[in-house]
């Protein structure tokens, strides 16, 4: 361990740290670095897209460090936090820049968040500053922050962005607050870059710190196994708030010198034309994104032939999705990849058409990381094969949560980070994710993974998506509660449920025992179904029966 120039206790171990630079993995640059390397052999390089407004790296070079000698000028230092609540906006990746340059802290707040998650994220990552809209889809973001200022221990100075500041800072005039020649004091490549909070669906968020050189590794593990790189075009409706956004549209376009194409509502009709007119060649995006630009292109009849990678991941990606899109984007290799907002990069997925079966049926294959499969009580490792907890370690993994409470668990004694997601190895050294650890049902002293059976279910021809969860039950401890969306049309009980999975071979003790027929299912930002939220509801369902 050891102690941060902005205070904070992070994990920290010299050998590894020298085995990454050793390696390439750590370039112990920031992109503030990269940035002034870009700007002095391609000045005139689209480095984001937004809209209609395209922006040159000397455009964002110069506007960053106009707002670096502000936030300097206003007495922030290396180690102090700087926030901002933003949609995908070209302004973003300005911040992100000018935080580089002035060796501050980066705390990206989700817009979706309200007064409890953004008053706890400010005060948790100690910042000094925010930047958010005047408004945002309909939602005020300047009065949300009065709110939340008078709830606030420490105060934060609040810069709004496109609208009336009515009373606090705007950017215009942050900006020309940083008129002037004062020298910037940079960052130190290990020092906390970005405080990023977990989704907190299973109770308080954690803040997860990253250094610049744990980001970048990732970065840098992208271009060695797909070779991104200058003259890459990435689209990215992924928010910038998240980790795939930040790495991909914060980092990425200094790093490797890509042109990110940023959009702010998903709109899968406007995507496809973007796509098509600034000739994209990569995505990076949840399940979410893939399937609705995978639907609107067929129905466009557009097949995107400078598209040559889509990543997938975030929440589950049913095989069929992954051979549908290859089939209709023929010159692109999809693929299910497997990370996290602690170890953002962990298997890389694959690099040829080809192999379209592995990046369909596996979670990618493990890339510029340790990963192990263990037994999810002792820790012991399992045979190949089986299934067990995911732990993992590399270059990109985190420096621990801002909460020292939320470390002590949360690794090994060889300091791999435990996932909390279960596995196995396949074809030696690629990943199939069979769940989560929390979402194991124990039925009679039987460990049941929902996903496998949620796997085979989906191939059901009534089934539209369906979420297993565990439900209590007074015979064998848990059972399993099927929350099902019909397909339009079709029928679906529990008898068929049965005869389908017996029909697949599946044990009798891993079929669903109860069925609650549902229009929609609880889900995150980006996808991800609230298994917490479904557990409740099974709860609350199983207690009105018994009281019945």
């Not at 580089?100 to 994220?121: H, K, Q, S």
């Not at 021809?461 to 049309?489: H, L, Q, W, Y």
């Not at 389908?500 to 027929?517: C, D, N, R, T």
Request: hydrophobic share 45%.
């Amino acid at each position: 361990m050891r102690r941060d120039v902005g205070g904070w206790t992070v994990r920290w171990d010299a050998g590894r740290a020298a085995a990454a630079v050793r390696s390439g993995a750590w370039k112990n640059r920031s992109i503030a670095d990269e940035a002034a390397d870009l700007l002095a052999r391609a000045p005139d390089h689209i480095v984001v897209v937004e809209g209609e407004r395209e922006v040159t790296v000397r455009e964002v070079h110069a506007e960053a460090t106009r707002l670096a000698r502000a936030l300097v000028g206003r007495g922030l230092a290396p180690g102090d936090t700087i926030s901002f609540q933003l949609p995908n906006w070209h302004e973003a990746v300005v911040i992100s820049l000018a935080a580089a340059m002035a060796g501050l802290v980066l705390n990206p707040i989700t817009p979706i968040y309200r007064d409890a998650e953004v008053g706890f994220m400010l005060a948790d990552s100690r910042s000094r500053l925010i930047f958010v809209p005047q408004t945002f889809r309909g939602y005020d973001f300047a009065a949300m922050m009065r709110r939340v200022q008078a709830g606030l221990a420490s105060p934060v100075e609040v810069v709004v962005l496109r609208g009336d500041a009515a009373g606090f800072t705007g950017w215009d005039r942050l900006l020309a607050d940083g008129d002037g020649d004062q020298p910037l004091p940079g960052a130190d490549p290990d020092a906390v870059k970005l405080v990023m909070y977990t989704s907190g669906t299973t109770g308080r968020a954690k803040g997860v710190l990253h250094s610049h050189n744990s980001l970048q590794a990732e970065n840098w593990a992208r271009q060695a196994h797909l070779g991104v790189g200058a003259g890459d075009v990435l689209f990215n409706p992924s928010p910038v708030t998240h980790v795939t956004g930040a790495l991909y549209s914060l980092c990425m376009p200094f790093t490797l010198g890509v042109t990110t194409i940023l959009m702010d509502v998903w709109d899968p009709a406007a995507a496809v034309g973007i796509m098509r007119h600034r000739r994209a060649t990569g995505m990076i995006a949840s399940t979410i994104f893939l399937e609705a630009l995978l639907a609107e292109a067929r129905r466009q009849d557009e097949h995107l032939p400078d598209l040559r990678f889509y990543l997938c991941g975030g929440a589950q990606v049913r095989p069929e999705t992954i051979h549908d899109a290859a089939g209709h984007f023929t010159n692109c290799v999809f693929a299910r990849i497997y990370g996290s907002t602690e170890v953002p990069n962990i298997t890389a997925g694959i690099n040829r058409r080809a192999d379209t079966a592995l990046g369909a049926e596996t979670d990618g294959q493990i890339f510029g990381c340790e990963a192990r499969v263990v037994d999810p009580v002792t820790g012991a490792p399992v045979a190949p094969g089986e299934v067990g907890e995911i732990v993992a370690r590399g270059p990109q993994m985190f420096l621990g949560y801002t909460r020292a409470e939320d470390n002590r668990d949360a690794f090994d004694a060889d300091g791999f980070f435990r996932m909390g997601d279960l596995g196995r190895l396949v074809h030696d050294d690629f990943i199939v994710i069979t769940g989560r650890k929390k979402d194991l049902i124990i039925r009679g002293g039987e460990n049941i993974s929902p996903k496998e059976v949620e796997d085979v279910l989906l191939g059901h021809p009534a089934i539209a998506d369906i979420a297993i969860v565990a439900m209590p039950s007074a015979r064998t401890g848990e059972m399993a509660c099927a929350f099902v969306i019909a397909r339009a049309g079709q029928a679906i009980d529990l008898p068929e449920i049965k005869r389908f999975l017996v029909a697949a071979g599946l044990a009798m003790q891993k079929i669903p025992e109860h069925l609650e027929l549902v229009d929609d299912l609880p889900r995150t930002a980006i996808g991800k179904v609230r298994k917490d939220v479904l557990r409740a509801t099974a709860r609350d369902i199983a207690a009105a029966a018994s009281a019945a």
